[in-house]
């Protein structure tokens, strides 16, 4: 059984609807999709250029070609630089791209209160 059987519909003005399109074209997703995030109180964040997945692409690359090197040299430090340089890519992608909790306490700072 389908698990989304509500509809939602809202009238806008054309500034706030020429707004709302122009949001979700930045983040790169469905009105649906983004209407979902809001509704789980998650606020989507707006896609990076395609450059910065190939910036990404290329550090992973380089921690590959050094993670390799570590094994076959069994170099540990320079293994154990390898992780830092993978939880720093993992850091860097997740504040780029994962939409962000809204909780009360984001909720709070946002508005300033």
Known sequence: MRERTKTFSVRLSEKEHNNLNRIIKKCGTTKSA??????????????PPDEYFQFIKRLADIGNSLYQISYETEN?????????????????????TVPERMDA?????????
């Open 34 to 47: 983004f209407i979902r995030s809001v509704a789980n109180r998650y606020l989507p964040k707006e896609r």
């Open 76 to 96: 540990d430090e320079l293994g154990e630089q390898v992780k830092k340089l993978d939880e720093l890519i993992l850091e860097i992608n997740k504040f780029y």
């Open 105 to 113: 306490k984001w909720l709070q700072q946002k508005s300033g209160t």
